[in-house]
């Protein structure tokens, strides 16, 4: 099961910030938290991932509260094209056989 | 980030007969790789793990002897669906692990069984 709890939809303006929330309350030590997104019809697009400190790279920012409890991911000028469903999950990233379990994800949707 | 390939992108095959989609690696070895599938407006089913050499680990519910599975390298894996029927249709995705323990996917394959 989906450690994460994520809303299932969200809108957002082009040309501004999207911020995309998730709760992980029951996230471990060792777990790290990945975000990754699907476009339809296509296979998952890997975003980015954090541990404790905030992340960022050319896609997004990642904010990870003190407590690791949740997450927020930022698309800072969202557009068109990042309209998609978008996971957050938490992962043992030291173990390359544990898999990504996915949950039902927040849809997003920039509207023109 | 890695590159992931499936093939092929999409095939229709006729209900009885067996299909192999193929799952690569393209700039990176994998040791593990995973295979999914997501029927419409649902989310990623993980069916299995592919680990190279060894056999593969299926997740309950999942027929081994019908969606058979090999990873006999670093850089590829495949999924059998044999014997296939209407209701395996649906978008399979593979899934490989970098060598940092980063995962990135393939673009699906799309099967149809009419």
């Known amino acids: 099961d989906a450690k994460t709890t994520q809303p299932p939809s969200m809108d957002c303006a082009e040309g501004r910030a999207a911020n995309l929330p998730c709760n992980h309350s029951?996230?471990?030590?060792?777990?790290?938290v990945y975000w990754y997104r699907q476009i339809h019809s296509q296979g998952p697009q890997y975003i980015i991932h954090?541990?404790?400190n905030n992340e960022t790279n050319e896609m997004a920012s990642l904010i990870i509260t003190e407590d690791r409890k949740s997450s927020t991911l930022i698309l800072p000028h969202a557009t068109l094209r990042d309209t998609a469903v978008y996971y957050c999950?938490?992962?043992?990233?030291?173990?390359?056989?544990?898999?990504?379990?996915f949950g039902k994800g927040t849809r997003l949707s920039v509207i023109a | 980030g890695a590159v992931v390939s499936q093939h092929p992108s999409w095939v229709i095959c006729k209900s009885g007969t067996s299909v192999k989609i193929e799952c690569r690696s393209l700039?990176?070895?994998?040791?593990?790789m995973f295979w999914y599938r997501q029927f419409p407006k649902q989310s990623l089913m993980l069916m299995a793990t592919?680990?190279?050499?060894?056999?593969?680990?299926?997740e309950q519910g999942v027929e081994k002897d019908k969606f058979l599975i090999n990873h006999a390298s670093l850089t590829l894996s495949t999924l059998t669906v044999t014997s296939a029927h209407p209701e395996d249709s649906s978008f399979y995705i593979c899934?490989?692990?970098?060598?940092?323990?980063?995962?990135?996917f393939g673009e699906g394959s799309w099967l149809t069984v009419v």
């Open positions: 899934s490989a692990t970098t060598p940092g323990n980063t995962i990135y």
């Open positions: 029951t996230i471990s030590g060792n777990e790290y």
């Open positions: 954090g541990l404790k």
């Open positions: 999950i938490v992962r043992d990233r030291n173990s390359g056989n544990t898999p990504l379990v």
């Open positions: 700039d990176f070895q994998a040791t593990t």
């Open positions: 592919s680990n190279e050499g060894s056999k593969a680990t299926y």
